[in-house]
């Protein structure tokens, strides 16, 4: 589980992106953080791994005060699929997924066979793919790699920041299906960024909604569509479903 109580951040001392916000994410749950550019969606998933640090409060993964652990060990449990970078393109589909294990030493034949079972897991199978480089791969075939290489060390806990946001409509439906099948085989405890109202409503077990570093409401798609908790949360849903409609009756 992870916890926030009462975080803020600051950068400049001044200005709080993060204003003051507590919630949890359940053992298991995908918390999907939903909002639009600037409201400090990345600046959460940085401060579970200590890429930056909170300004006041205080974060707990299972239990463990995170700013009183050794950051390097903290990250061996969490696997992180960072906003726009991509693989390293220098380096094939299978030195990008053994980078993790490499880092902590693994034996050669356990990151062969863990490689392997990976990208079996997300559908590139080693014979075809290990040895490509990423520009020989689709945009939807590089992001698998990222989610292979995020889960590498077999991390309980995952944080996704817009993974699947460059991609056609198609490949992101199509890999936000296999990324729900995957959740449920590994069971892991999901924090996963979007801006993109559909996708949150289609993968989030819950939805927190941010709004210029504050949190509006965090609930299920069902309570939030049925019960909006502020006028914020409301005009959000209100507009994406206007839109629809519009285009819709243009039809
Ligand atoms: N290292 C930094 N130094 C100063 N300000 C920063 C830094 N990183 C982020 N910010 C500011 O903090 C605010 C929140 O940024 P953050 O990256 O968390 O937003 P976001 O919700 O992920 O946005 P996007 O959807 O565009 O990725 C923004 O106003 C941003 O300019
Ligand atoms: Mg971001």
Redesign the pocket.
């Known amino acids: 589980m992870i916890v926030f109580d009462q975080v803020s951040k600051s950068?400049?001392g001044v200005s709080k992106?993060i204003d003051t916000i507590s919630f949890k994410v359940l053992q298991g749950e995908i918390l999907v953080l939903l909002?639009s550019?600037?409201?400090?969606?990345?600046?959460i998933l940085k401060m579970i791994n200590r890429l930056v640090d909170p300004t006041s409060g205080a974060i707990y993964l299972d239990g463990k005060d995170i700013l009183k652990q050794n950051p390097v060990e903290l990250r061996r449990s969490i696997g992180y699929v960072f906003?726009g970078i991509g693989l390293f393109p220098h380096m094939s589909v299978k030195e990008n997924v053994d980078i993790v294990p490499r880092m902590l030493d693994w034996p050669e034949q356990r990151i062969n066979e863990r490689c392997r079972e990976l990208l079996e897991l997300v559908g590139l199978p080693t014979e075809n793919y290990a040895k490509r480089f990423p520009d020989e791969l689709s945009g939807g075939q590089q992001q698998r790699v990222a989610v292979a290489r995020a889960l590498a060390s077999d991390p309980d806990f995952l944080l996704m920041d817009?993974p699947f946001g460059a991609l056609d409509a198609i490949t992101r439906d199509s890999l936000q299906q296999e990324f729900l099948d995957l959740k449920q085989r590994l069971a892991k405890t999901v924090v996963f960024?979007t801006?993109d109202i559909v996708e949150a409503l289609t993968l989030g077990d819950r939805i927190a909604i941010l709004n210029e570093g504050r949190l509006e409401q965090i609930a299920t798609g069902k309570e939030i569509l049925q019960q909006p908790a502020t006028a914020f949360v409301r005009d959000l849903f209100a507009k994406s479903i206007n839109r629809l409609k519009t285009f819709k009756d243009t039809l």
């Open positions: 950068y400049d992106v909002g550019s600037g409201c400090g969606k990345s600046t906003q817009e960024v801006h």
